[in-house]
T-cell receptor, first 109, second 113 residues
Framework: QKEVEQNSGPLSVPEGAIASLNCTYS??????FFWYRQYSGKSPELIMS????GDKEDGRFTAQLNKASQYVSLLIRDSQPSDSATYLC?????????FGTGTSLTVIP | DGGITQSPKYLFRKEGQNVTLSCEQN?????MYWYRQDPGQGLRLIYY???????QKGDIAEGYSVSREKKESFPLTVTSAQKNPTAFYLC????????????FGSGTQLSVL
């Protein structure tokens, strides 16, 4: 079983819609959770981090964490074409980061 | 500005050749990491180091070697033993091992001639 699993997509949403990205993890001792955005040929950039159960909002982005279900999600409101990228879920177990394979998102103008 | 510098951006390897990827950071971070990314795949950990003169194998260390002689520098050598080296290589750092944020360099695309 992979440490971190994501639906690889591709996920397509119209401009202005809400994009919902999901991630599950297997290690219950995982302590912190991250979403990175990666454009083709570029390095990942951190867009959200979350450490406790519940929601965390930052602009158009909302991260949701449910440790009991070992589930973390990212909502992107008012999606823009510039949001088209691959989104990587990452989990920190305390001494190592584990990454999912990423979900490819396309926002259609 | 502080950050992580990787070089070169593109690198070509001939069969049987060792090549070295450079990674330098001026963030004063203790921990540094090397990841490999294949098309459509997530990041896989090759090696990591939490302090100078110490490093540990990650999940896919075979065919690679590293050194950590200075806090700022963590070069990765792709040896001839790595039979499928074509990939995007990312160097990253964090304040210490297991702390929250990873900062990434811009990456090196390695291809085989």
């Amino acid at each position: 079983q992979k440490e971190v699993e994501q639906n690889s997509g591709p996920l397509s949403v119209p401009e202005g819609a809400i994009a919902s990205l999901n991630c599950t993890y297997s290690d219950r001792v995982s302590q912190s959770f991250f979403w990175y955005r990666q454009y083709s040929g570029k390095s990942p950039e951190l867009i959200m981090s979350i450490y406790s159960n519940g929601d965390k909002e930052d602009g158009r982005f909302t991260a949701q964490l449910n440790k009991a279900s070992q589930y973390v999600s990212l909502l992107i409101r008012d999606s823009q074409p510039s949001d088209s990228a691959t989104y990587l879920c990452a989990v920190n177990t305390g001494n190592q980061f584990y990454f999912g394979t990423g979900t490819s998102l396309t926002v259609i103008p | 500005d502080g950050g992580i510098t990787q070089s070169p951006k593109y690198l070509f390897r001939k069969e049987g050749q060792n090549v070295t990827l450079s990674c330098e950071q001026n963030l004063n971070h203790d921990a540094m990491y090397w990841y490999r990314q294949d098309p459509g795949q997530g990041l896989r950990l090759i090696y990591y180091s939490q302090i100078v003169n110490d490093f540990q194998k990650g999940d896919i260390a075979e065919g690679y070697s590293v050194s950590r002689e200075k806090k700022e520098s963590f070069p990765l050598t792709v040896t001839s033993a790595q039979k499928n080296p074509t990939a995007f290589y990312l160097c990253a750092s964090s304040i210490s091992l297991g702390t929250e944020k990873l900062f990434f360099g811009s990456g090196t695309q390695l291809s085989v001639l």
